[in-house]
């Protein structure tokens, strides 16, 4: 559930971006209402969603996927130059953010014990 929350803020996350860009500036009402609107719904998404997962991993996915849509939805749209550089760019970044997670399940495997306090009497 988390992650669909994830997902959605990401959503409002990029429609917001591109009716703020529309707005020219906060001059059209309608696109700005949307703007303000979409990023009140991507706090409040990011939010709950934090609420289940961690911080981390959370706000590098929110950075990096809304980042990678906003540049994958310009070059579908035609208003962004596709190159070579900047698809296998978009490739890491994705990449990245789907290994971040493994990274972390990994550390709580191999993390050592915590250190025990002098003088603690061991109960178990």
């Known amino acids: 559930m988390s992650w669909m929350l994830l997902v959605a803020a990401i959503a409002c996350d990029v429609a917001a971006t591109y009716a703020l860009a529309a707005s020219h ?55 962004e ?14 990449l990245g953010v789907a290994l971040l997670p493994l990274a972390n399940h990994r550390e709580k495997d191999t993390s050592p014990a915590p250190a025990r306090v002098s003088g603690q009497i061991d109960r178990g």
């Open 81 to 94: 130059h596709a190159s070579w550089i900047k698809t296998g760019s978009l490739v890491l970044i994705i």
């Open 25 to 79: 500036g906060f001059r059209n009402p309608i696109p700005s209402v949307l703007a303000v609107l979409g990023f009140l719904l991507t706090t409040y998404f990011f939010g709950v969603a934090l609420t289940g997962l961690g911080p981390s991993v959370s706000y590098a996915a929110f950075g990096a996927l809304g980042t990678a849509a906003v540049a994958v939805i310009g070059i579908a749209l035609g208003t």
